[in-house]
């Protein structure tokens, strides 16, 4: 399984951003679907997770409100909206699946699928 995530780009603060994920190999509805983010000098952290089937979502207290987390899975394709941006919010997002649907959200050991990054900018 290839994950490709796109959308990153250069936003003033307050603006807003929409991120895609898609999955080539197998199905990507057969797995959850989480994003991270990852700042310079901080460690990857959980920004929002959807269940195989799309029925249950997840975000980091940081985002609640103003990112919203979203599947195709007719396209195999993730989605993260991401609304009313603040600088805070700049770094390279990654998407990421867990094969085993093992609900552990912010466990960045429990992905074994991984996108290779796309960069948010957010200027003040």
């Known amino acids: 399984v290839q994950l490709q995530a796109s959308g990153g780009g250069l936003v003033q603060a307050g603006g807003s951003l929409r991120l895609s994920c898609e999955a080539s190999g197998r199905t990507q509805n057969s797995y959850q679907m989480a994003w991270f983010r990852q700042a310079p000098g901080k460690e990857r952290e959980f920004v929002a997770g959807?269940?195989?089937?799309?029925?249950?979502?997840t975000y980091a207290d940081a985002v609640k409100g103003r990112f919203t987390i979203s599947r195709d899975n007719a396209k195999t394709t993730a989605f993260l909206q991401m609304n009313s941006l603040k600088p805070e919010d700049t770094a390279v997002y990654y998407c990421?699946?867990?094969?085993?649907?093992?609900?552990?959200?912010?466990?960045?050991?429990?992905?074994?699928?991984w996108g290779q990054g796309t960069l948010v900018t957010v200027s003040s």
């Open positions: 990421a699946g867990d094969s085993s649907n093992s609900m552990k959200w912010g466990s960045v050991v429990a992905y074994d699928y």
């Open positions: 959807i269940s195989r089937y799309g029925d249950w979502k």
